[in-house]
């Protein structure tokens, strides 16, 4: 593989400012407001409701931190007792559950659980202030650090534009921008040398294609900046989002990656794309905040993964060269790269070992330590997600090859972090592997043998369990009518995408880097 580096003479001007061109300002999203929704229409007056609603939480805003937090939680508590009250009668009138019953209970009780710490124990990193004696295993970066911002291209002719504009308009300091071009096809190229010429950013083009890892990996070996970001090619990101995620490693010296906050940036596309955006909105505002609260958020997602250079500089060779069942693996690259900032204080010095003559270890040593991995919920990024179901079909298949891969290596050592990140992966896995069963059972054997009853109970419970996902994006977006459609992503997952998971085991092997959405 050999580079053409399309990089100006030395180090580009820092964008440090809005977005330069009324497109590029058009493409890039608002935080907090998802794409389509209507504007205010005026200012009507508020209800006696809304306006007692506003008051306490100003109030509450106003109040010293210690007793925000016991506010909150106690709010959170009252707020789920009606879960806990239906988990503890269905435990309490079946002693000897069947394996269907026991797998709701767990079920729901993974819910409440990832409910109680997103909505009680999260904070976001970017706003809140890190230990005030320093940790002297942990050097603190400064204050403003230099930000190589990085993306990996292969035909994303549609999309590239108002990713790059979107990187360019960061009112992130000291940020340079390395688009690396995976051997594009599709006019790609050419829109790249004309931005690369307008914004001044730095492009690598490959001359043949070697994946994303690679082709990732390819431009790190440029990178020198104290910060490590990566974005996704199809991805649009809000003018805040890398300055955030950048001040939450600054005020937080043991943390070693952030992710930041995804949704669907073609959310209007179809009923497919609807269910999806509020997917994501779970996945991220629940799921990895209630991972973040302990440290150890499983998956830095590709929209907005950004990383200090110790963290994972040294693995770099580890990462692209990641092989299993004996054959290269082009997948994981999220999943499989946060795990080296999870796992380097058990797994690092061997890796290390194993690739010391690449010069990702040999050039700079790097102490392994034991990271703490965040989520930074105000720092927006929008993807386009799969508008029709082949290619859904096709994206799941990726990643549930990744989660199996990275089931053997994070699950490796992720009982070290430590009781709570375990039991959240842990019981991550168990909900995964069993949803494929549960559906076997439930809607093939049951009807099957006249079961119709259970067939029944099964699709309730699913829907309960998106009608709770639903009511959390409820509160988290009052006025925002697309918390229906989280039922409806629950019920697609188990009837349609639980059943992926096997054959995404039978064809782990079989790897294409394809992101189209369409």
């Known amino acids: 593989m050999t580079l053409t580096d399309e990089t100006p003479a030395g180090r580009p001007p820092l964008p440090g400012g809005p977005p330069r061109t009324p497109a590029a300002r058009r493409a890039v999203p608002r935080p907090g407001r998802p794409s389509g929704s209507a504007r205010p229409s005026g200012s009507a007056p508020l209800r006696p409701a809304r306006r007692t609603v506003r008051a306490l939480a100003r109030r509450f805003a106003e109040a010293a931190p210690g007793v925000r937090r016991g506010l909150r939680r106690l709010v959170v508590l009252l707020c789920l007792t009606p879960l806990t009250v239906v988990l503890a009668h269905q435990a309490l009138r079946t002693p000897s559950p069947d394996s269907a019953t026991a797998y709701g209970v767990v079920v729901l009780a993974g819910t409440i659980a990832l409910l109680y710490l997103a909505y009680s124990r999260y904070e976001d990193p970017s706003t809140t202030r890190g230990p005030h004696e320093p940790d002297p295993g942990f050097p603190p970066l400064p204050a403003r650090p230099r930000v190589d911002f990085l993306v990996a291209v292969k035909d994303e002719a549609g999309a590239i534009e108002a990713c790059v504009r979107s990187m360019a308009g960061s009112d992130c300091p000291g940020v340079r921008i390395v688009v690396v071009d995976d051997f594009s096809t599709d006019g790609t190229r050419d829109i790249l040398m004309r931005l690369r010429d307008e914004l001044g950013i730095t492009v690598l083009l490959l001359d043949r294609n070697v994946g994303k890892k690679h082709a990732l990996v390819a431009a790190c070996a440029r990178a020198d900046a104290e910060v490590l970001a990566f974005t996704d090619s199809d991805c649009v990101l809000a003018p805040d989002a890398l300055r955030r995620c950048v001040d939450a490693l600054a005020r937080h010296a043991r ?264």
């Open 255 to 518: 943390l070693g990656a952030v992710s930041g906050h995804c949704r669907a940036l073609n959310a209007d596309a179809s009923l497919l794309t609807r269910i999806q955006d509020t997917w994501y909105e779970g996945q991220f505002r629940v799921a990895k905040a209630a991972e973040s609260s302990f440290g150890s958020v499983s998956c830095v997602s590709g929209p907005l993964a950004v990383f200090r250079r110790e963290a994972i500089y040294n693995y770099l060779p580890a990462w692209s060269h990641d092989r299993f069942l004996g054959a290269p693996f082009r997948f994981a690259t999220d999943r499989q790269l946060t795990g080296y900032v999870l796992g380097q204080a058990w797994i690092g010095r061997s890796l290390k070992e194993r690739y010391r003559s690449s010069p990702f270890v040999s050039g700079e040593d790097h102490p392994e330590r034991r990271w703490r991995v965040g989520y930074v919920r105000s720092a927006h990024v929008r993807t386009n997600v799969p508008v029709r179901l082949v290619p859904l079909m096709r994206q799941q298949v990726r990643w549930k090859k990744s989660f199996i891969r990275n089931l053997f290596f994070t699950g490796s050592f992720m009982w070290r972090r430590g009781p709570g990140p375990a039991a959240l992966f842990y019981g991550h896995v168990l909900w995964v592997l069993a949803a494929p069963l549960m559906a076997l059972r439930h809607l093939v054997w049951a009807p099957a043998h006249g079961a119709y009853f259970l067939t029944l109970l099964y699709v309730c419970g699913v829907l309960l369990k998106g009608c709770v996902w639903g009511l959390a994006y409820r509160i988290d977006h009052p006025g925002d009518t697309r918390w229906r459609y989280r039922p409806v992503m629950s019920l697609f997952s188990s009837v349609v995408l639980a059943w992926l998971l096997p054959y995404s085991l039978l064809t782990v092997k079989r790897g294409v880097w394809s992101r189209s959405a369409t």
